[in-house]
C-alpha cells in the first residue's frame, strides 16, 4: 500500500508555476516530519537542472529527487491542481495532478513509482482522483489499489 494519508493531501489548488506545484506538494512532506525541506530544494533544483522529465503522462506529474538523508521515511503527497499548468513537457503538457514521492534508498522509490504508476495508469482510478470532492475519497481510491 502507498504512504499516503489525508494529511498530504490536497484538492484545487491554486498554483502560478511548476516551482509552485513542486514546493506545495514537498512542504506537505515536511510538514509531516517525512523529509527536511532540504529534499524540497533538491527536487526543485532537479526541475531547473533537468526539466519535465518527471512529468510522466499527460496531465501527471511526479517530482522526485534521489533518495539521501533528507528522507526520514518512504512517502508520498497528492497535490491536484485547480487549473493545469504548463511543466514544459513535449507530449503531457499541461499538468494537473502532482504527486512528490520520496524514498529512504533507490529500491523504496522504485516500488513506489511502480505502486503509484499502475493507480494513476488505471483510466478508471485516475478520473476518480481528478473527479473527488474531499481528501478522503482520493484515499479511498488509492487505498483500494
Known amino acids: 500500500m502507498l504512504p499516503l494519508s489525508e494529511k498530504v493531501i490536497q484538492l484545487d489548488v491554486d498554483v502560478e508555476s511548476p516551482i509552485d506545484a513542486i514546493r506545495i506538494a514537498g512542504d506537505l512532506l515536511v ?33 522526485h529527487a534521489r533518495p539521501d538523508q533528507t528522507v526520514k521515511e518512504v512517502c508520498l503527497s497528492l497535490v491536484r491542481l485547480k487549473e493545469p499548468i504548463v511543466f514544459g513537457h513535449a507530449k503531457n503538457d499541461p499538468v494537473k495532478l502532482v504527486c512528490a514521492i520520496a524514498g529512504v534508498d533507490k529500491k523504496a522509490h522504485i516500488q513506489m513509482l511502480r505502486a503509484l504508476a499502475s493507480i494513476l495508469s488505471d483510466e478508471v482510478k485516475l478520473k476518480e482522483i481528478l473527479e473527488a470532492e474531499n481528501a478522503g475519497q482520493v484515499l479511498s481510491v488509492v487505498q483500494q489499489s
Not at 533538491?42 to 526539466?51: P, S, Y
Open 31 to 63: 510538514k509531516e516530519g517525512k523529509v527536511e525541506q532540504a529534499y524540497v530544494e533538491e527536487m526543485v533544483k532537479a526541475f531547473h537542472e533537468l526539466g519535465a522529465y518527471f512529468v510522466i503522462a499527460p496531465g501527471i506529474a511526479l517530482p
